[in-house]
């Protein structure tokens, strides 16, 4: 006999909470621990850690903390039903039915379907007012548990009719309405991917649309068979992740969004998908997959171009990081080892010696001037190998931006025009912002190609040869006959200001650097600061490694910021936001901006410009010290890429204590308008 998931002990009625959705949270915590199911805080730290990735507010007045934890021993449902509601980032307001599911970690499937009948009867109106209406625990345990464990739940009134509606039980489809498909997912699998599936599924009853859904979930995957997908005209797709086997639904029209929004306008979004089934201009799952839309905007049927290619950009610059870390840093290895001139002779000596033919200390030219290297023998040749494999590393930088972006717009088609238009840029001088433009043209020429329906017996050639080679030769003309002189003229001059910045012009750009580091922790402002800095790398100059150390450590400033405001002042934080300041130490000692996400989102208005106030001292002090960082990624743990290191660390210190003396004042002033339990709180 499967063990309850809810019993009365996991339900309390008419609680009274005081302090935001923290303190539920914690709350939820203890009750479920109290029934010896958890450890309270590591359940509380899992519940806060899912709340920080993704709001749990429903619409319907309802919020669903869930997690998956080795701080659960034993699956369990709690219920808290609030006297007053609590706002959960629900955009129709607060939430007064609290909803906590716990699944130890490696929760077997049958626990994981429990949970998705549960998920699924959450959009139904009568289960939401049995809960509402239920006069003791027991009535509300025994509500829930009829949904959940049918067989083993007590009978009682009003519970048996908050069992859902099974998906067959669909209407059949009207003869001229098409077969739509759906996929939801969530990051967690556990609640919103059903809850949008079930929303979906009641929505198609209504109106007569056959609807099939496929749920990529923690309680298993039944795909869709090949019949069903040959008879579809269009699929809907809600999921905050990555979804898997797109290449299903190659040339299908596609309505994209985030998984809350099917919970809000289920309706439009079947509308929507009928009217892209019957339009041949509709955006299309472009052949090898397309990339993956991350928009969860509630509005629309499809993402718009310029989000669109913002999202394919920051898809560039994920993939060109490690092509830059790994080169920068092996570049960073072999100065420390071979001596700051190695760089001369690296080529040479790496493949014209060898551990057994050591070079002496070899000549080589500045101008007119001819020199001998600083260092010899092992360490000329160890640190000539290491600058020769980043410098050769670096080399990809480029392409791989270039190739990358285009792989973000159009998929696996992309990726071959794209590597070679971002070498091509390379080639004629046009740098990282030929490959920007080279990857953005061949994204979007590919995708056009893709949407196309050649015969069958073409079909299979598309993606693989006749895209390639066509995207290929128009952009690569493009850039030759057309784009290229004036990219690489653009170019020369964006070094040029970059090389000549001195005195007062390098230290209002460490600001502005500093500033847009520090604005959004992450978010594109963010990434527009670092896509300058990352990209510029490839140029090798003292100004792109200047712009690069003022870029990383300003982004250290927000977690280290607030990790020291909540040790100087813990009294202003609540217990997670003082556990989260111990884990920022360490984020931010690593470069990981969004360790403040959790202190922005529940105080921007504080937060944010106290961050960005030690942002700008951080990148004036960088650019003032020429403060040097030849790796993109690593903050401390990249001391021997940084010179000198102890300017970048006196940069960071100062941004943190100024930003943290900010913040802490800011706090201070607000809590003096607040009792000693809303502070507390």
């Not at 699944?103 to 959009?123: C, F, I, N």
Request: with cysteine; aromatic share 6%; charged share 15%.
């Amino acid at each position: 006999m499967t063990e309850p998931l809810i019993t009365p002990e996991l339900v309390r009625l008419g609680v009274t909470v005081t302090g935001d959705k923290h303190a539920v949270i914690a709350e939820m915590a203890d009750v479920i621990a109290s029934a010896g199911r958890a450890d309270r805080e590591g359940l509380r730290e899992a519940f806060e850690k899912r709340e920080a990735q993704f709001a749990t507010g429903m619409p319907g007045g309802i919020a669903i903390p869930h997690c998956r934890a080795e701080a659960v021993t034993q699956p369990a449902l709690g219920l808290i039903r609030l006297a007053e509601p609590v706002d959960f980032g629900s955009k129709d307001g607060p939430a007064d039915l609290i909803i906590g599911i716990a699944a130890p970690e490696g929760t077997g499937d049958a626990h994981m379907k429990l949970l998705a009948k549960l998920s699924r009867s959450l959009v139904r109106k009568d289960f939401l007012a049995t809960l509402r209406s239920a006069q003791t625990p027991e009535e509300a345990a025994a509500a829930i548990a009829a949904v959940v464990q049918p067989d083993e739940a007590p009978q009682t009134a009003g519970a048996g009719a908050a069992a859902p509606a099974k998906a067959e039980d669909s209407t059949p489809a009207a003869s001229d309405k098409p077969v739509l498909l759906a996929i939801t997912s969530c990051p967690t699998g556990i609640a919103h991917t059903y809850m949008a599936a079930e929303s979906l599924e009641e929505a198609a009853k209504e109106k007569g649309i056959e609807l099939h859904v496929e749920t990529q979930g923690s309680g298993g995957i039944v795909p869709f068979t090949p019949e069903v997908i040959a008879k579809a005209g269009a699929i809907i797709i809600a999921a905050d992740v990555g979804i898997t086997g797109r290449d299903r639904f190659a040339g299908m029209p596609v309505i994209e969004s985030g998984v809350k929004r099917p919970m809000s306008e289920a309706g439009k979004m079947l509308d929507e998908a009928v009217a892209a089934a019957n339009d041949p201009h509709a955006v299309r799952v472009a052949a090898g997959g397309g990339a993956k839309s991350d928009d969860g905007a509630a509005g629309g049927a499809k993402v718009g171009w310029g989000k669109r290619i913002q999202q394919a950009v920051m898809t560039g610059v994920s993939y060109m990081i490690p092509f830059v870390a790994a080169g920068g840093l092996l570049i960073a290895l072999g100065f420390a080892i071979g001596g700051y001139d190695v760089s001369f002779v690296a080529n040479d000596v790496a493949l014209n010696y060898s551990l057994w033919n050591l070079p002496d200390a070899v000549p080589y030219s500045i101008g007119d001037v001819e020199t001998m290297t600083s260092a010899s023998g092992l360490a000329l040749y160890l640190g000539a190998l290491f600058s020769a494999l980043g410098s050769w590393g670096m080399s990809f930088l480029v392409a791989a931006l270039s190739g990358y972006v285009a792989f973000g717009l159009a998929g696996r088609p992309g990726i071959a025009p794209g590597f070679i238009g971002g070498a091509l840029s390379v080639a004629i001088g046009a740098g990282f912002i030929g490959g920007l433009v080279t990857g953005i043209l061949s994204g979007l020429l590919a995708l056009w190609l893709s949407s196309l329906k050649p015969p069958r017996w073409l079909a299979g050639l598309m993606p693989v040869v006749i895209i390639p080679l066509v995207v290929t030769a128009v952009v690569g003309l493009l850039m030759l006959l057309l784009l290229g002189r004036p990219l690489a003229s653009i170019m020369v001059g964006l070094q040029g200001w970059l090389t000549g910045m001195t005195g007062s012009s390098a230290i209002l750009l460490g600001v502005i650097l500093g500033l847009m580091m520090c604005f959004d922790l992450g978010g594109p402002v963010n990434k527009a600061a670092y896509l300058f800095a990352t990209a510029g790398l490839s140029q090798g100059t003292e100004a792109s490694w200047m712009i690069m150390a003022a870029v990383m450590a300003s982004g250290m400033v927000p977690p280290l910021a607030m990790a020291l405001s909540t040790a100087l002042r813990p009294r202003l934080y609540t217990d997670a936001e003082r556990e989260n300041g111990t884990t920022a130490w360490l984020l931010g000692a690593a470069f990981i901006s969004e360790g403040a996400i959790p202190f922005a989102a529940a105080d921007p208005l504080r937060v944010i410009p106290s961050m960005m106030t030690g942002g700008a001292v951080t990148g004036a002090l960088c650019m003032a010290l020429g403060v040097t960082s030849k790796a993109p990624h690593g903050g401390l743990f990249v001391f021997f890429a940084i010179d000198p290191f102890w300017g970048f660390l006196v940069s960071v210190i100062a941004g943190t204590i100024v930003g943290a003396l900010v913040v802490t004042v800011l706090k201070q002033m607000g809590a003096k308008k607040n009792t000693p339990a809303e502070v507390a709180a």
